[in-house]
């Protein structure tokens, strides 16, 4: 069972977002791992668990893999990923990647998980159900598009069967329970589990454990398919949320009806 997880570096969501030439500036020391893949990392995990106690796979068996397309300073997220129990970390880096959109970011993925397929074959791609600095929520299907594989998205629980994936997904007030045939793209929810808490011994293991860094050179990637270049979508302006006006508090003497009404009314809000 070889599963590759895909991770990002992202800015601390309690630190100052900051922009420049309309992109997010990624300070080193403010980021780190998107917390919506830390329950990708644990679906994986938890299915390779999984296969050694039903016997399908030898107890040293199974291999999750967490790969990033980051600057170094994605490093830490990768660092991160070693502590939760995954297996091995890569990092794909190049300055032309900078600025790659949803698309482009898509296509670099898909190469390295090509690239590993060819080492061994790859059963399953997981990712979280979106990137907490970005919420595009679109990388998972685009992914699968990229790969030509079924795409099982949004899962809240998940079950392998021989070699058959199947998940319950909840959208709106309807719960569907759809399968796909292995190898597959898997996106998981942050109500698919709980992230585990990293022990002592995969703490300390972590901060020596290598680091793999491709270019694209390496997955024979042209980079025209992805950084601002082979964008396509452009950020035309950002600008920081407006300040947030003073409440209006009315202390009700008997009228708060009328005013709250009124407030409604003054706002367009009925």
Do not use: C
């Amino acid at each position: 069972m070889r599963i590759v997880v895909t991770a990002k570096y992202v800015p601390d969501i309690n630190t100052e977002r900051g922009f420049q030439d309309n992109r997010v500036v990624r300070d080193a020391g403010e980021g780190t791992l998107n917390e919506l893949d830390e329950n990708a990392i644990e679906a994986a995990l938890r299915l390779v668990e999984a296969e050694r106690e039903a016997g399908r796979i030898g107890p040293d068996d199974g291999e999750v893999i967490v790969v990033t397309m980051a600057a170094p300073d994605g490093d830490v997220a990768l660092r991160k990923a070693f502590q939760l129990g995954v297996h091995r970390g890569i990092r794909v880096s190049d300055d032309a990647l900078a600025g790659s959109d949803y698309f482009g970011t898509a296509a670099v993925l898909a190469a390295a998980v090509r690239k590993l397929g060819e080492e061994s074959p790859v059963d399953l791609v997981v990712t979280g159900m979106a990137a907490l600095d970005g919420l595009g929520s679109v990388v998972p299907t685009l992914l699968g598009a990229e790969l030509g594989l079924p795409t099982l998205n949004l899962a809240k629980k998940v079950e392998l069967e021989g070699g058959v994936l199947t998940i319950t997904r909840e959208i709106d007030d309807v719960t569907e329970r759809i399968s796909g045939p292995l190898p597959a793209v898997l996106s998981v929810t942050d109500g698919a589990n709980q992230p585990r808490f990293p022990g002592f011994k995969l703490i300390m293991a972590a901060r020596t454990k290598e680091i793999e860094v491709w270019s694209p050179a390496d997955l024979g990637l042209d980079t025209a398919v992805a950084g601002t270049a082979g964008a396509r979508t452009e950020t035309l302006s950002a600008a920081p949320r407006p300040e947030r006006a003073e409440p209006e508090i009315v202390t009700d003497k008997g009228e708060g009806g009328v005013a709250l009404a009124d407030f409604l009314i003054r706002n367009d809000l009925v």
